[in-house]
């Protein structure tokens, strides 16, 4: 079975992705992930989100995929023991010695390898498999041919790669800048992306700076492109992968709900068809959310063009205005993200019927104290109106 695996960095980016057509998400806890500054999920949070997914049937993954000292080896230890206890799906490891601790203290939590360990070739993924791990998540390094020769090698294994998001320029994530720069690890989960910023020589007999010039565009050489490979989905599932990835837990339920959308649309249209019928269509959404210049990177071999010269990303097309939190016939509450008043034409987005829909802001009420207003300026403040569209909790109103 095809897998559409998305990131969440709290309970209600969780619960967005689940609702726009994950099949599993993968999460952090507050400890052994690599992305410190997401919100990151709680004990409490980890064990409400597992319980929420699967009465959808759908599946929750735990990253704790740093590389650990020994001061963490007794609270990884714990950490694997409530995970096994809350019914975690799985969890993400990169260290041998986690994942060995993994197997001595929660010998019933399911393992995958996460791609921060480099697996690039078969032999270690038939190393993994010895070693009782389900699956393995490739490097964002390989082809296409390298990813068929290994699933030929190593059927049994379940084979995740990562189809969207941000990349890194350093192999797979393995990048000492971060620390060099700002004793934050990268490999700690503390990374400052040193290799955004833009950079310039000095020269040290003079203290005179001169700008580094790549070429006439910027001075941006070492800002990776954002990968998207929608239009590969099918090369990939025939390639031997299960587990389509996008990345970004520290993004915004607003995107995550779009790329969700885009890619299990594509998916659904790959199984029922055999081919993706809309892709330019689902593209086009993906260039409605903020993003660098996209790249298929190096699924088609080696690429020299995964740099992006540019500072800025492309902005994003749509303003995330509010998230549904309920419905009662026409009357709908929701919480405002940014600001929009009475007469504002809003958007839909929705994995229903009415994504795409359109209506006009008539008066709004807010909830605190009932008062009427045409200007919901209050951040993340809850206000209610009339909406012609029926709406469902879980949608996502933007303009």
């Known amino acids: 079975m095809l897998e559409l695996l998305m990131p969440a960095g709290n309970l ?46 759908k599946k929750v993954y735990v990253t704790a995929n740093i590389f650990a ?23 993400l490891i990169s260290d041998l010695g ?37 699956r393995v998540v490739l490097s964002r390094e390989l082809g296409l041919e390298e990813m068929r020769e290994i699933h030929a090698a190593v059927p049994d294994m379940e084979l995740e790669a990562f189809v969207h998001g941000a990349m ?33 020589l000095t020269e040290t007999e003079r203290d005179v700076a001169v700008d580094v010039e790549e070429d006439e565009r910027g001075t941006y050489f070492m800002n990776s492109c954002d990968l998207r490979l929608l239009p590969r989905l099918p090369e990939l599932a025939e390639a031997g992968i299960c587990s389509f990835k996008v990345e970004g837990r520290m993004k915004s339920e607003y995107y995550v709900a779009t790329v969700a ?35 298929e990177a190096f699924l088609d071999g080696e690429n020299t063009h995964t740099i992006s010269l540019e500072k800025e990303r492309t902005q994003e097309k749509y303003k995330f205005t509010a998230t549904v939190l309920s419905v009662d016939g026409n009357r709908v509450t929701v919480e405002m993200r ?56 879980g949608d996502i109103l933007v303009q």
């Open 12 to 57: 209600k980016k969780l619960h967005t992705a689940l609702r726009f057509g994950a099949d599993a998400v993968y999460v952090g806890g507050k400890s052994f992930s690599l992305r410190a500054f997401a919100d990151n999920f709680s004990r409490d949070d980890l064990a409400e989100g597992v319980r929420y997914a699967h009465s959808l049937g």
């Open 69 to 91: 000292k020994n001061s963490d080896l007794d609270e990884a230890a714990d950490y694997f023991v409530f995970l096994e206890s809350i019914g975690a799906d799985a969890v």
């Open 98 to 134: 986690l994942l060995a601790l993994c197997r001595e203290k929660a010998p019933n939590l399911t393992i995958h390898i996460s791609t921060q360990a480099n697996t690039t070739n078969a032999m270690t993924v038939k190393f993994f498999e010895s070693l009782g791990v389900k």
């Open 168 to 200: 890194c320029v350093s192999y797979s994530g393995r990048c000492l800048l971060s620390s060099y720069f700002s004793e934050r690890s990268s490999n700690r989960g503390e990374c400052v992306q040193p290799c955004r910023w833009q950079y310039r």
């Open 261 to 295: 959308t885009a890619y299990r649309r594509a998916l659904d249209e790959y199984i029922r068809y055999g081919e993706i019928k809309n892709a330019d269509k689902y593209n086009e959404l993906l260039e409605t959310i903020s993003h660098r210049a996209y790249t």
């Open 338 to 393: 940014n600001r929009f008043r009475s007469g504002d034409t809003l958007t839909v987005l929705s994995p229903d019927e009415t994504n795409g829909m359109t209506f006009e802001m008539g008066a709004i009420t807010h909830c605190a104290d009932d008062s009427v207003t045409d200007d919901a300026k209050l951040v993340q403040h809850v206000y209610s109106f009339e909406c012609p569209i029926p709406l469902s909790v």
